[in-house]
């Protein structure tokens, strides 16, 4: 795989994670808390990738057990806790602050990176991260002007999502050496339901999964903003440095954004369309490599 197939499958995969808002918006008129949702997302998730593996490619889910904390990091403490800081600050907050601060995430995995992997703290990278959260601000309303007084505990929860964010890109690079990207999702949320099935009142309603468009809404919400998303992400992850790739996934925002446009009918002002430009400029930014290294191709540790 070349790299810049790899910068692609990045991109597609945080794309999808983008349109998220078309099945969570359907399941909340259901009575469904963000907790709950949560849970449906990494239930259904994990239910339908085993079911895959199973018949499918049942060889890989053969793992090592002292792997498993490496699961349960990027499943519970990454993909649980991350959820959990951006819907509590929705709450407590506004939905615009929650995004920016969650973008925060490619700081976060661009310092772990260098001490962890040592990768380089390029200008390059720097200069992508500052555009990425500026661009990001402008694309959620935040800037030009800021109107949000929030608390302190709701900016180090805040600040916490883009953490727990950015342990994904951590937790996946270290176990794409010895896994593929299916058996690192299938078991991260594997242990992701477990939990959620524990700490949530999901198995309490489980009767409203008989009516049509919460089970539909809730496989779609696994399929393709979760399953596919997190699948082609992790997959170009394994063939670049975990920096870069944090910084391609900030194109979710931007999607999201066309989501509303078209199907909810969102106006976009002059200063949102600016932060969607920044954003794809981080993008380029972050993805630009030298000619030689453009012509190599990179042999991951281990393929799926």
Not at 207 to 227: D, E, H, K, M, Q
Request: net charge positive; glycine share 6%; with cysteine.
């Amino acid at each position: 795989m070349t790299v810049k197939f790899a910068y692609i499958l990045a991109i597609v995969g945080a794309a999808f994670w983008g349109v998220i808002g078309l099945f969570v918006q359907n399941l909340y008129q259901f009575g469904f808390t963000a907790w709950d949702v949560v849970a449906i997302r990494a239930i259904f998730s994990a239910a339908m990738l085993l079911l895959y593996v199973v018949v499918w490619k049942r060889n890989i889910l053969r793992i090592r057990l002292k792997d498993i904390p490496l699961f349960i990091g990027s499943g519970i403490i990454s993909i649980v806790f991350f959820n959990w800081c951006v819907f509590t600050v929705i709450d407590q907050a506004n939905l615009s602050l929650a995004v920016v601060l969650l973008y925060t995430g490619p700081l976060f995995v661009t310092l772990l990176s260098r001490f962890f992997f040592k990768e380089l703290l390029t200008f390059r990278k720097g200069m992508a991260i500052i555009v990425t959260l500026t661009g990001c601000a402008f694309v959620v309303g935040l800037l030009p002007s800021l109107q949000t007084v929030i608390t302190t505990s709701t900016l180090l929860i805040g600040i916490g999502s883009g953490f727990f964010y950015a342990l994904y890109s951590i937790f996946a690079k270290v176990s794409s050496k010895h896994y593929g990207s299916i058996t690192i999702t299938t078991y991260s949320f594997i242990c992701a339901s477990v939990f959620m099935l524990a700490s949530s009142q999901i198995v309490q309603k489980a009767p409203l999964f008989l009516n049509w468009t919460v089970l539909v809404n809730s496989v779609g919400l696994a399929l393709i903003p979760t399953i596919f998303a997190y699948l082609l992400y992790t997959k170009g992850l394994s063939y670049i440095e975990s920096s870069r790739a944090s910084i391609l996934s900030t194109i979710e925002p931007v999607v999201a954004i066309g989501i509303g446009f078209i199907f909810f009918q969102d106006v976009l002002t002059w200063w949102q369309w600016l932060g969607v430009c920044l954003v794809i400029s981080s993008i380029i930014l972050a993805a630009e490599t030298s000619r030689n290294q453009d012509k190599k191709e990179t042999t991951p540790a281990q393929a799926s």
